[in-house]
């Protein structure tokens, strides 16, 4: 009788244990999952898709306000004429505005590339740091006095940016707010 009370008790403590140890490495894996998801939201995600929705809308305000007379859909159409006046108003935006935006934008993806989920890099990613990285030899010329151009040779990826973007911060707040919720 007493060597089974003992085997009882021994029985009792390891599914107790069994069943800590189980629970507990659940428990810790969805912490785990929040941290990372947390990471991703507040360091490139979060940051990420609140610069392309402020730079699409300073953007739209620019172009409403500051459009050439030409009247082409782009700032610098081929065969479009941009008067000296409208030159000027492109390179203090582009310099007081557009650019430490990208700036920004740059610093956020590569500081935080780690965090994405793919074990590739948006072609949108690539994208935007070229024409980034394409846009300051522009701006150097301007610091320099050389105003022969007035763009980037890379075209900025904003609908590709947002398509990446806006889908990956949707799905982190949904599966953030799952592992809140349980």
Same mark, same amino acid.
Do not use: C
């Given at each position: 009788?007493?060597?089974?009370?003992?085997?009882?008790?021994?029985?009792?403590?390891?599914?107790?244990?069994? +069943?800590?140890? +189980?629970?507990?490495?659940? +428990? /810790?894996?969805?912490?785990?999952?929040?941290?990372?998801?947390?990471?991703?939201?507040?360091?490139?995600?979060?940051?990420?898709?609140?610069?392309?929705?402020?730079?699409? %809308?300073?953007?739209?305000?620019?172009?409403?306000?500051? &459009?050439?007379? #030409?009247?082409? =859909? #782009?700032? +610098?159409?081929?065969? @479009?004429?941009?008067?000296?006046?409208?030159?000027?108003?492109? &390179? =203090?935006?582009?310099?007081?505005?557009?650019?430490?935006?990208?700036?920004?934008?740059? /610093?956020?993806?590569? =500081?935080?590339?780690?965090?994405?989920?793919?074990?590739?890099?948006?072609?949108?990613?690539? $994208?935007?740091?070229?024409?980034? @990285?394409?846009?300051?030899?522009?701006?150097?010329?301007?610091?320099?006095?050389?105003?022969?151009?007035?763009?980037?040779?890379?075209?900025?990826?904003?609908?590709?940016?947002? @398509?990446?973007? $806006?889908?990956?911060?949707?799905?982190?707040? @949904? %599966?953030? &707010?799952?592992?809140? $919720?349980?």
């Amino acid at each position: 009788m007493e060597l089974i009370t003992i085997i009882v008790g021994i029985l009792i403590a390891l599914v107790g244990w069994i +069943f800590t140890y +189980f629970h507990k490495l659940h +428990f /810790d894996k969805k912490a785990n999952q929040l941290e990372r998801i947390n990471k991703q939201l507040k360091d490139l995600y979060g940051p990420l898709y609140i610069r392309l929705m402020a730079s699409n %809308k300073t953007w739209t305000s620019f172009w409403l306000e500051n &459009r050439p007379k #030409h009247g082409e =859909n #782009h700032y +610098f159409s081929p065969n @479009a004429e941009v008067t000296e006046e409208e030159k000027v108003i492109w &390179r =203090n935006w582009m310099t007081n505005v557009f650019e430490p935006m990208n700036s920004k934008t740059e /610093d956020v993806i590569l =500081n935080n590339i780690d965090l994405l989920d793919s074990n590739e890099i948006p072609q949108a990613f690539i $994208k935007a740091i070229s024409h980034i @990285a394409a846009y300051k030899a522009t701006l150097a010329n301007w610091e320099n006095g050389n105003f022969t151009s007035h763009v980037s040779i890379n075209n900025w990826p904003s609908e590709e940016l947002l @398509a990446v973007v $806006k889908p990956e911060y949707e799905r982190l707040k @949904a %599966k953030q &707010r799952k592992l809140l $919720k349980t």
